[in-house]
C-alpha cells in the first residue's frame, strides 16, 4: 500500500491544518464580516479567508457537511487529492478546483509530493451566479494553461494588501482584484485558448462572423476546421455552452439588432440580410432569444434613443 492510499484511513484527529513554514493566512473576524455584508461595493463577492500553504506535508481537511463559503484550491507545485461526496480528483501542479457550499468533501496534500497552494474561501451572491454560470456541470478540475504568473502574482498581492489592515478601501481593493481573479481563472482559457483543437472553435467563430449571412450546417462548420461533426460539436458546446446552431443563430440575432437599432430598413430586409428567407421564422428566432418580437424590440429602442 502507498503511502498516499495509507493517507486515506487516518483518522481526523491526525490531520494537520494549520502551520507551515512559510505559510501566509487572513481570517476576517465577525465584525469585519458584518461590515464587509453591509458594503455595497464588494457584498456579492467577497473572501472570509485567504492563504498561500508552501510544501504543506500532512495537510488535511475534511468536512462532513462541507463549507458555508465557496472555496478554490490552487496548486502551483506537488499535488494532493480532494474527495467531493462521490468524486475524486488529483489537484497538481496548474491546476485549480472550486469547492461549492455545504458540501461533504475532504482534502490533504500527498506525503510524497507535498502541495503548494493558494486558497480562499469567498462567498456572495455574484459568486453564486459566477459558479452557477460556468461551473454547473459539477466540481471539476481546472488547468491553467496561461496566466500561471499572472495568477500567482495577483494571489500575492491580494494577500499582501489584505494583511495590512481591514479598512474599508483595503476590503474593497482586494475583494474586487479577488473576483477578478476567480473570473479569469475561470474563463480565461476560453479567450485565450493555448491548445490546437481548442483554438479551431475560436476560428469558427470568425468564420461565422464572416458567412452570417449564410444558412452554414453543423457539417459544414466541422469540416471547415478538419473535424468530425462529433469532435467538432463536444469542442464548441465545452468552450462556448452552446450548440454551433444555437450559437449561428445568436450572432445573426445581435447583429440583427445592431440593424433595427441603427437603420430604418424593413424587418424583412432585416432578416434578408442574415440568410433568413422566411421572415415569420425570423421573427419566431428573434422572440426566442431577445424576448420581444423584431418589430417591438425597434419600437422600444429606437423610442428611448429618440427621448434621451
Same mark, same amino acid.
Given at each position: 500500500?502507498?503511502?498516499? !492510499? ?6 481526523? /484527529? ?32 467577497? @473572501? ?5 500553504? *508552501?510544501? @504543506? ?38 491546476? %485549480?478546483?472550486? !469547492? ?21 474561501? %469567498? ?15 459539477? *466540481? ?19 494577500? @499582501? ?7 474599508? @478601501? ?41 458567412? !452570417? ?60 440580410? %442574415?440568410? %433568413? ?5 425570423? /421573427? ?25
Amino acid at each position: 500500500m502507498s503511502l498516499d !492510499i495509507q493517507h486515506l484511513f487516518m483518522k481526523d /484527529s491526525q490531520t494537520k491544518k494549520e502551520g507551515f513554514l512559510g505559510q501566509k493566512m487572513i481570517t476576517l473576524p465577525p465584525n469585519i464580516i458584518n461590515e464587509v455584508k453591509q458594503n455595497g461595493l464588494i457584498n456579492g463577492f467577497y @473572501a472570509s479567508a485567504i492563504g498561500y500553504y *508552501p510544501r @504543506a506535508n500532512n495537510h488535511d481537511r475534511r468536512r462532513k457537511f462541507g463549507c458555508e463559503e465557496f472555496i478554490i484550491l490552487y496548486c502551483i507545485e506537488g499535488e494532493g487529492d480532494i474527495e467531493i461526496e462521490t468524486e475524486d480528483f488529483k489537484l497538481e501542479q496548474d491546476t %485549480f478546483i472550486i !469547492i461549492p457550499p455545504n458540501v461533504q468533501h475532504h482534502y490533504y496534500s500527498s506525503i510524497t509530493k507535498p502541495w503548494t497552494i493558494y486558497w480562499a474561501h %469567498f462567498k456572495g451572491e455574484k459568486a453564486e451566479t459566477l459558479y452557477n454560470r460556468y461551473y454547473t456541470d459539477g *466540481p471539476y478540475l481546472t488547468k491553467v494553461y496561461r496566466g500561471r504568473e499572472k495568477f500567482q502574482q495577483k494571489f500575492r498581492r491580494i494577500i @499582501a494588501i489584505m494583511e495590512m489592515d481591514f479598512q474599508s @478601501a483595503t476590503l474593497d481593493f482586494s475583494n474586487i482584484m479577488l473576483f477578478d481573479l476567480v473570473s479569469m481563472m475561470m474563463l480565461g482559457e476560453r479567450f485565450t485558448p493555448s491548445r490546437g483543437q481548442e483554438d479551431t472553435i475560436t476560428k469558427s467563430i470568425d468564420f461565422m462572423s464572416q458567412n !452570417i449571412s449564410t444558412n452554414l450546417k453543423v457539417a459544414e462548420l466541422a469540416e471547415e476546421q478538419n473535424l468530425s461533426v462529433s469532435r467538432y460539436s463536444k469542442l464548441f458546446k465545452e468552450k462556448t455552452g452552446y450548440s454551433a446552431i444555437q450559437y449561428f443563430l445568436k450572432l445573426k440575432i445581435e447583429k440583427a439588432c445592431q440593424e433595427l437599432y441603427f437603420t430604418d430598413i424593413s424587418v424583412k430586409e432585416v432578416s434578408l440580410k %442574415f440568410g %433568413f428567407d422566411d421572415p415569420y421564422y425570423f /421573427s419566431r428566432v428573434f422572440k426566442k432569444i431577445m424576448g420581444m418580437p423584431p418589430s417591438k424590440y425597434r419600437y422600444l429602442y429606437k423610442k428611448k434613443s429618440l427621448s434621451n
